[in-house]
């Protein structure tokens, strides 16, 4: 079964930080490149990060670089996205997807998580 989870959003005052995870079925983590998006309410989903299947290549949006970091734990069918020095503007719910390539558009990827809301307050 396909199947993306994601886990570590809450609520955090800007200028803090959320480390999120994504677990995913063998099926669905394994030779996949794995991205994270963000769709906050009245706006269309957007990119935020990819990594290849190597860890090689990485991929941010220029609203993360600098402060969001993704990473993977093969071992574990794991990939993370590390967020510092959060803005009201990040707040969004935050998906996680698996598709063949890291690419920063939607249509590259195959599967998708339902998703982790993230609230920054002011």
């Known amino acids: 079964q396909v199947q993306l989870v994601e886990s570590g959003g809450g609520l955090v005052q800007a200028g803090g930080s959320l480390r999120l995870a994504c677990a995913a079925s063998?099926?669905?983590?394994?030779?996949?490149?794995m991205g994270w998006f963000r769709q906050a309410p009245g706006k269309e989903r957007e990119f935020v990060a990819a990594?290849?299947?190597?860890?090689?290549?990485?991929f941010y949006a220029d609203a993360g670089k600098g402060r969001f970091t993704i990473s993977r734990d093969n071992a574990k069918n794991t990939v993370y996205l590390q967020m510092n020095s959060l803005k009201p503007e990040d707040t969004a719910v935050y998906y996680c997807?698996?598709?063949?390539?890291?690419?920063?558009?939607?249509?590259?990827?195959?599967?998708w998580g339902q998703g982790t809301q993230v609230t920054v307050s002011s």
């Open positions: 997807a698996g598709g063949r390539r890291p690419a920063a558009t939607i249509d590259q990827y195959n599967y």
């Open positions: 063998a099926r669905t983590y394994s030779s996949n490149a």
């Open positions: 990594i290849s299947w190597s860890v090689v290549a990485t």
